[in-house]
């Protein structure tokens, strides 16, 4: 596997995405991978009013083997 870097304009349905620490992420993603082993990832989320709220997530059913 390569991955190619390109800008968020760029970025299409079905494309998979390389994520690193503390990365700014503009849109919601479907979580395939995480190096925690127990599959969970921590992401801050902020709205438009300035709110930020740290949300857990959880790698998609079955993806965590594979």
């Not at 979580?31 to 599959?39: A, E, H, Q, T, V």
Request: include cysteine; hydrophobic fraction near 35%; glycine fraction near 6%.
């Amino acid at each position: 596997q390569t991955y190619v870097r390109k800008h968020w304009k760029d970025v299409r349905v079905g494309d998979f995405i390389k994520m690193r620490c503390n990365e700014i992420v503009p849109a919601d993603i479907l979580l395939l991978f995480s190096s925690d082993p127990s599959g969970i990832c921590h992401l801050e989320t902020a709205s438009l009013d300035g709110e930020t709220n740290l949300k857990q997530r959880h790698v998609v059913k079955g993806f965590s083997q594979q």
